[in-house]
């Protein structure tokens, strides 16, 4: 674990897991993908230390790093194993296979791929549980099902899977898995054929067949959903689909860099032909730059590129509607280092499920508008006070209102890093006043008044904390706009931001007494 605060450029060791520790724990010993849960950190692992299966799934805690043990109680027919991702609203958790560690470590294993033993099923689990639930079978055709790029939106039901190899002709494809009518499925969504190609351009594992498989190596889907990216590492093509339909991507645009045969050339220096091809994807969260790297894995680069891989990073300018076009000014060599996976300062396509808004901000009406229909909907909250709906939206606007005077007052005395522990401690000490406390002040009977109604909501609109809803918003960092100076800069950054402050105020009240008005 590497602590990238609080300069990034100058990185600490913070801790080590030692081999010994995770195999004790969980009886694995290749860990490969790590993706992170508020509960846990969730790592995949291929195999054994003697180099066998079954592989899986293991956690560590996220906050002292210690091996928990092995993810799975039940894992059913489950054997191989290599990415996982999740639907977080649907309880289910998505694997994918590759193979045993001793089929990849060495190179390709031709016996096993000839006779169809490399992984070629999604499988899904209960997440809740832990339990294998459903197995989907793409055929041993198919050989290597391996990245899984789940939408990022959380009501879509559905992803991608990359399939490396056909057995049938060399093609590679992408799948894709989705929910309908209860039921989980599969079907091949992208297909791309092997080229033709004079056996002398190719390494002994392919001369026979002449041609060049696409060997399909990652894929990436963009935050929005609307674009899937597909590197075809031994041609040299890195493929942009439009994902709009997903169930029918459509083909937009494609570059060249590399390739077994074809050794296409970078802008940058357009003499040098290159080696290696597209290999791993980082998609800005944006859409808008699109990275790839061309090393693949020690043991199967020297497999189809015999010349060894001169290692390199690319970058690539995705317009609003689609198309590709290569920077050529940014083409960085990496000598004996290998860039792998590209992870972007700021945010990229890498997680799931998004959490933002088409303009890059949170999406505080995505968030907000369900927590406020279950306060609705909470016989405790909302239908208590659905016949005093007028009372009720009062209190609550007269909470919200007093938090924000009370917090702009004190921005103009106090320092804003004080403010913000200040505002922190007052709701801790506060949480631990009411647990401290034996009982909850009551009255005896129910006959209050249209004030008493108000001055009690806007008590427990601000105790549970929906009047410091505009907290966020209002300690946030302040940009000076440009051209401006002084204090009327930040007027005006606070004035611009106005609009999308009034929007993660009002959304959990609206969704709230959108909710209980039908009751009462």
Not at 44 to 70: A, C, K, M, W
Not at 416 to 432: D, N, P, Q
Not at 495 to 515: D, F, K, M, S, W
């Amino acid at each position: 674990m590497v602590d990238t605060h609080p300069d990034p450029r100058n990185l600490r060791r913070a801790r080590v897991i030692e081999p010994e520790a995770v195999s004790s724990r969980t009886g694995y010993a290749r860990p490969h993908t790590v993706r992170c849960r508020p509960d846990r950190i969730y790592i995949s692992d291929l195999g054994n230390p003697e180099g066998g299966g079954p592989g899986g799934i293991f956690v560590i805690d996220h906050y002292t790093f210690e091996v928990l043990g092995r993810w799975d109680v039940d894992r059913g027919p489950q054997f191989l194993a290599y990415d996982f991702w999740w639907h977080l609203g649907y309880n289910v958790m998505v694997t994918s296979e590759w193979g045993m560690p001793r089929m990849v470590e060495q190179g390709v294993d031709v016996e096993a791929l000839l006779n169809g033993r490399y992984g070629h099923r999604l499988r899904l689990w209960d997440l809740r549980r832990r339990r294998h639930a459903q197995s989907l079978d793409l055929s041993s055709e198919h050989q290597m099902v391996l990245e899984l790029r789940p939408a990022h939106d959380p009501t879509r039901a559905c992803g991608f899977a990359r399939v490396i190899l056909s057995l049938k002709d060399l093609s590679a494809s992408a799948w894709l898995w989705y929910r309908e009518n209860g039921a989980w499925s599969v079907r091949k969504a992208i297909e791309i054929p092997a080229e033709p190609a004079d056996p002398d351009q190719l390494p002994p594992i392919l001369k026979d067949f002449r041609a060049v498989p696409p060997l399909v190596t990652d894929i990436n889907l963009s935050l929005d959903d609307r674009f899937l990216y597909v590197s075809c590492w031994g041609t040299g093509e890195l493929r942009q689909y439009d994902a709009c339909d997903p169930f029918h991507p459509q083909l937009r645009g494609a570059v060249r860099f590399g390739g077994i045969a074809s050794r296409a050339p970078h802008p940058k220096d357009p003499a040098r032909p290159l080696n290696g091809g597209p290999q791993m994807v980082g998609i800005r969260w944006d859409g808008r730059r699109v990275y790839v790297t061309n090393p693949s894995y020690i043991p199967w680069d020297p497999v189809f590129y015999p010349e060894g891989i001169r290692r390199w990073l690319a970058k690539l300018d995705a317009g609003p509607d689609g198309r590709l076009a290569v920077d050529p000014a940014c083409f960085v060599e990496f000598g004996d280092d290998r860039p792998h996976p590209v992870r972007l300062e700021g945010g990229d396509a890498s997680s799931v499920p998004s959490l933002r808004g088409r303009d890059g901000g949170l999406d505080p009406v995505g968030q907000d508008v369900p927590a406020g229909a279950y306060h609705g909907l909470d016989p405790a909250m909302g239908w208590l006070f659905a016949l005093a709906l007028r009372s009720t939206a009062l209190g609550r606007l007269l909470a919200v209102g007093l938090a924000a005077r009370l917090l702009l007052a004190l921005q103009a005395v106090l320092p804003l890093s004080l403010l913000r522990g200040l505002t922190a401690a007052v709701l801790a000490a506060f949480g631990v006043y009411r647990l401290a406390r034996a009982g909850h002040p009551h009255r005896v009977g129910m006959r209050v008044g249209f004030r008493d109604r108000i001055a009690w909501s806007m008590r427990m609109a601000s105790s549970h904390g929906v009047g410091l809803m505009p907290s966020p918003f209002l300690l946030g960092p302040l940009r000076v706009v440009p051209g401006s100076h002084g204090s009327q800069g930040l007027h005006s950054a606070w004035i611009q931001g106005l609009p999308n402050g009034l929007g993660e105020v009002g959304a959990h009240p609206i969704g709230y007494l959108l909710t209980a008005g039908p009751i009462a």
